[in-house]
């Protein structure tokens, strides 16, 4: 009994070795991300995609199968700080906590770099996507940065405080008939016509309006054609 014992104590240990030797083939990278801290989560025609802090996920509602996206198969980076999904182009626009981009147009990954690269003093962080007409509208830390999806560059940046200052911008969306920025100096408002909206005199702040005040807002959604702002614990729907 003690010869047996020995033996099945040499291959308790032993197993997890041996194991491990099976999932590490000869040159060959494997990837041991944690996938269970989700960060935001967005639906499309055919399934969900999941942002953790490390990497993305998808599941496909018809068999529920799961596809993982990370550095190893072509993402830039491994640290995903928001997502969002654009239902005209079938595109997912994702924002790295370092600022960088990548858009997943099918089994392409394409790489939008330039905000990562531009040495500007201040908080560059993307804290909310918005997608629209072919452009994503990226809310960061410094005010709005907008996307072409179909050329992958940068279109225009709006720099929106009440003086022409920099200004923190944590949501933004439109109704079609203006853009809503939630920003720290309160809610603000341009039309989409207006050709000119890195001009911050065209965004129109909307403290005192519907019981809304200039102070932070964090942020404005358009839930089925009806337009909602968080100001701290309270909803405001314009």
């Known amino acids: 009994m003690r010869h047996l014992f020995s033996i099945i104590h040499s291959l308790f240990f032993l197993l997890p070795f ?5 999932l590490q083939p000869v040159g060959q990278w494997r990837e041991h991300l944690s996938y269970n801290q989700a960060r935001r989560v967005v639906s499309t025609n055919t399934g969900i995609f999941c942002a953790t802090p490390y990497a993305l996920f998808s599941v496909d509602i018809a068999d529920n199968s799961i596809d993982r996206f990370s550095s190893l198969n072509g993402l830039h980076e491994t640290g995903v700080q928001t997502i969002a999904w654009d239902n ?4 997912l626009v994702v924002a790295y906590t370092n600022s960088d981009i990548d858009i997943l147009d099918g089994n392409k990954i394409n790489n939008i770099n330039a905000i990562l690269q531009k040495d500007i003093p201040g908080d560059k962080t993307v804290y909310n996507i918005f997608c629209s007409g072919g452009y994503a509208y990226l809310s ?3 005010g709005v940065i907008v996307l072409d999806e179909t050329k992958y560059e940068v279109k225009d940046t709006y720099v929106i405080g009440n003086a022409g200052n920099n200004v923190k911008v944590s949501g933004f969306t439109s109704d079609g008939v203006f853009f809503y920025a ?6 603000k408002k341009a039309s989409v016509s207006n050709s000119n909206l890195s001009d ?3 965004w129109q702040n909307l403290g005192g309006v519907n019981g809304l005040s200039a102070a932070p807002c964090q942020d404005v ?11 701290s614990d309270s909803l405001f729907v314009l």
């Open 18 to 22: 041996a194991a491990f030797a099976q």
């Open 88 to 91: 005209q182009l079938n595109k």
């Open 140 to 142: 960061d830390g410094l």
């Open 182 to 187: 939630a920003t720290a100096e309160g809610l």
């Open 200 to 202: 911050y005199r065209n």
């Open 221 to 231: 959604l358009n839930l089925q054609g009806i337009v909602v702002a968080q100001q």
